[in-house]
T-cell receptor
Framework: RKEVEQDPGPFNVPEGATVAFNCTYS??????FFWYRQDCRKEPKLLMS???SGNEDGRFTAQLNRASQYISLLIRDSKLSDSATYLC??????????FGGGTRVLVKP | SAVISQKPSRDICQRGTSLTIQCQVD?????MFWYRQQPGQSLTLIAT?????????ESGFVIDKFPISRPNLTFSTLTVSNMSPEDSSIYLC?????????????????????FGEGSRLTVL
């Protein structure tokens, strides 16, 4: 079983719609959680950290469920520019970060 | 934020040769990371380049294949040795946010990594 698993997608989303997807992790001792965004042929960039209480940044909402060992990302009012691959990143002791395989999102007009 | 410059941005190499990738950061950081991203895959950490000591390699990666240099706090190189087509990949240099303790050894790592634009390597 992979340490961090994501549905690869693609999620085809009509512009203006809401899309949500999860990421599961296997290490119950994981301490930090993040969503990164990677555009085609570009380097990954931090989208948002995921806190225990959940957090929101504009149209993006991230949630953490420690009991079930998953995090989620929800995008509201999708824009064409939201089309990208979203990487789930989980940090364990020693600051080692493990990347998921990414979920590809395609927002269409 | 940190600005990271990598070169070459891309290269096409012959089997059996070696290529050295350079990574320059605009601020001093204790740790620099080298990742590999194979086609259609996510990022895999190759090693952590520590200034003043040997690099720390992850499982499946060895120094003979991926020697790393870290002569100072702003620069590192990764060499891909004796290349085969399976080494075709994007190689990414990364640093942790200096403001989050990147200089002090990541004791308070926020998890924000800054990446270079990557070096796309094709081995024929």
């Amino acid at each position: 079983r992979k340490e961090v698993e994501q549905d690869p997608g693609p999620f085809n989303v009509p512009e203006g719609a809401t899309v949500a997807f999860n990421c599961t992790y296997s290490n119950s001792a994981s301490q930090s959680f993040f969503w990164y965004r990677q555009d085609c042929r570009k380097e990954p960039k931090l989208l948002m950290s995921v806190y225990s209480s959940g957090n929101e940044d504009g149209r993006f909402t991230a949630q953490l469920n420690r009991a079930s060992q998953y995090i989620s990302l929800l995008i509201r009012d999708s824009k064409l520019s939201d089309s990208a691959t979203y990487l789930c990143v989980v940090g364990a002791a020693g600051n080692k970060l493990t990347f998921g395989g990414g979920t590809r999102v395609l927002v269409k007009p | 934020s940190a600005v990271i410059s990598q070169k070459p941005s891309r290269d096409i190499c012959q089997r059996g040769t070696s290529l050295t990738i350079q990574c320059q950061v605009d601020s001093q950081v204790t740790m620099m990371f080298w990742y590999r991203q194979q086609p259609g895959q996510s990022l895999t950490l190759i090693a952590t380049a520590n200034q003043g000591s040997e690099a720390t390699y992850e499982s499946g990666f060895v120094i003979d294949k991926f020697p790393i240099s870290r002569p100072n706090l702003t620069f590192s190189t990764l060499t891909v040795s004796n290349m085969s087509p399976e080494d075709s990949s994007i190689y990414l240099c990364s640093v942790a946010s200096p403001l989050a303790g990147g200089l002090s050894g990541q004791k308070t790592n926020t998890g924000e990594l800054f990446f270079g634009e990557g070096s796309r390597l094709t081995v024929l």
